[in-house]
Structure formats: structure tokens, C-alpha cells
């Protein structure tokens, strides 16, 4: 099968496709045949030698696909050959086929086509499992999503929106607010012009936000410190711009926060099952409702996958950018 290669680490031009061995599917395991995959920012960290895969993972990039199952584990019960799925992945999603545990597929959301239904699976898991099911932010709360207009961002938008909380978000260009708000979000702000923390205040008659989801690290910690209300919760996923800072703690203890950090590549199977039974049961309906929809900005061959890549790391995008074998 062909697979996107990082023949070095290194730039965009690292990536190349080539002739690889398929996987071997184990017991409670499917193959599927790939109809598209979605870029991550994780992918261009991998990319670079920063973030290896997991012990026994797919050494190829790609963290989420979508396509038909083709193979079967003997001890898989719910998925037969046939089925139409997509699926959050530890590693391999830039290939023809990819090998993935039973406990990581979802059907395809009702009203999406296979190839957007791609553009979901790791947005989802991320999203739910961290301001939702850590953070516990809910209805008549506030969020704040730094990178608004980001693959997760987008998401983080409409699933929020549908569930009666009031949204804020911050990004680099109007096109990129136009895209927020048209999403639904109710504060939009140009972090290269504005402050946020004084825009967060002024919009919340000084209480400040419920939850952040933070994408930038270092050098907003501080900020988003300032802009929580009593009781709040940062929650990180990414850092973006930079790992270290200097911080004045004394507002955790008066305002009672809560910061959190984490990642989704590297927790257990069952972990990861979890999260995925709790995106469908609480996410796929949204979906399938029309509440949430993929938001897909350019899709390339996976041969121009290096084009892909520059796209990204450009953020000139709005949404997902998928990947087709």
C-alpha cells in the first residue's frame, strides 16, 4: 500500500510517498480502507522529530481517518466488513489503509459524507474530552477558544453553541472573526489588535470567562489567569507559542482556578474507548441534528501531502484539511 513516509525530520519536503508494507490486523482490530484523513497540528510536530508515536503505533503520520472497513479482528463484534466509519488513530492515517482498534470507530454521522466525516473523529475526542468531560463546562457558562477559527476551534464553536453556553473567541484576521461569527460565536476578538483580557472584562461586566481552551501556552498563561472568572478552569491543549513563562500565581488562590493540560495520542486503548463512547453519544447526534457541521477548508491528493503541510503551518486556513489516498 502507499503511505506518507517522513523520509527525515525536517520541513514539509520531508513527507513522501511510498510503497509500504500493509499492517497486520489484530484480534481486536479492523482495517480500513482509507477515504480521507485530517491534518493536525501534531502532525507537523511529528513531522519535525518532536512528537514520536506511541510504543507499537503506525510510524506514518495522520491521527484521524474515515473510509470503509475491510478486515476484521476475530474478537471485533460491533463492525463488520463493509461498514462505513471514521476513526481516531495513534499514527497512520496518511496511507491507503490503516489498522485501527474497535474501541476508536464511529459510524459516520448521519447527513455528512464519508470523506468530511474525516474532518471529525480527533476535533471531537479532543474537544469533548477536555472542556467537557474534565473542565465540566455547561449550559449558561462561558468559553473562551483561543484559535477560533482552527480545525478545533470551529468545532469547539458549534458543539458549544448547541449546548446554551456563551462563546468567545480570539484570532489574527477579520476573515477569521467573519468565520467565527458566522459559526455562531458571540465575542470576537483580533488578538493582534485588541487586548483580550480587557475586551473579556468589558463583555462580562468584569467576571471574566467560565473556561479557556488554549492552544498558545507560555506566553498567554498569564492572560488567561486574568480573563477566568471565580471558579475557572484553563484547559491546554497546545503550545504553540512556547512552553516556558513566568507567572504571579496569586489569582489561582483568590479566584479558586483550575489548570489543566492534556493530550490525546498518548492515553490508554480504554481511555481513548471511553471518549470516543461518550463523542457518540453526546456529539453525533448534534451532527446528525445539523446543529454541528464539518468545516473542511482545502483537500489535497496524498501525494501533495508536503503541500498540505505548508497550508498549516501558513494558518492560512479556516477549519480542516483533508488528505485523499
Not at 87 to 104: C, F, I, M, R, T
Not at 128 to 135: A, C, G, H, R, V
Not at 223 to 244: P, W
Request: net charge neutral; aromatic share 4%.
Amino acid at each position: 500500500m502507499k503511505a506518507v513516509v517522513i523520509t527525515n525530520p525536517g520541513g514539509p519536503e520531508v513527507l513522501q510517498v511510498q510503497e509500504v508494507e500493509e499492517p497486520a490486523v489484530g484480534d481486536n482490530e479492523v482495517l480500513i480502507q482509507v477515504e480521507a484523513s485530517a491534518l493536525n497540528r501534531a502532525d507537523t510536530i511529528q513531522r519535525k522529530g518532536l512528537y514520536p508515536p506511541p510504543k507499537g503505533a503506525s510510524p506514518y503520520p495522520g491521527l484521524e481517518c474515515s473510509g470503509k472497513i475491510i478486515a476484521v479482528g476475530k474478537s471485533v463484534t460491533r463492525w463488520k466488513v463493509g461498514d462505513q466509519v471514521c476513526a481516531l488513530l495513534s499514527g497512520g492515517g496518511y496511507a491507503e489503509k490503516v489498522v485501527v482498534p474497535d474501541g476508536q470507530l464511529l459510524p459516520i454521522p448521519e447527513g455528512v459524507s464519508v470523506r468530511d466525516a474525516a474532518s471529525f473523529p480527533e476535533v471531537a475526542c479532543t474537544v469533548w474530552s477536555t472542556i467537557f468531560m474534565m473542565s465540566r463546562l455547561s449550559s449558561g457558562e462561558t468559553l473562551l477558544i483561543h484559535g477560533g477559527s482552527s480545525g478545533i476551534g470551529t468545532f469547539a464553536i458549534q458543539i458549544a453553541k448547541h449546548l446554551g453556553i456563551r462563546v468567545f473567541v480570539t484570532a489574527g484576521t477579520e476573515e477569521k472573526l467573519a468565520a467565527c461569527k458566522n459559526l455562531g460565536a458571540d465575542v470576537c476578538i483580533n488578538y493582534k489588535s485588541e487586548d483580550f483580557v480587557a475586551r473579556v472584562m468589558e463583555e462580562t461586566g468584569g467576571n471574566g470567562v467560565d473556561v479557556i481552551l488554549d492552544n498558545v501556552g507560555g506566553p498567554y498563561l498569564q492572560k488567561n489567569l486574568e480573563s477566568l472568572a471565580i471558579d475557572g478552569r484553563l484547559f491546554i491543549i497546545g503550545f504553540m507559542g512556547g512552553v516556558v513563562t513566568q507567572v504571579n500565581l496569586s489569582c489561582l488562590l483568590a479566584k479558586r482556578l483550575t489548570i489543566q493540560a492534556a493530550g490525546l495520542r498518548n492515553r490508554s486503548l480504554e481511555n481513548k474507548a471511553k471518549i470516543v463512547a461518550e463523542v457518540e453519544k453526546h456529539v453525533w447526534p448534534a451532527i446528525a441534528a445539523g446543529k454541528v457541521k464539518p468545516i473542511v477548508h482545502e483537500t489535497f491528493p496524498l501525494s501533495e501531502a508536503a503541500d498540505a503541510h505548508r497550508m498549516m503551518e501558513s494558518s492560512a486556513h479556516i477549519g480542516k484539511i483533508l488528505l485523499i489516498p
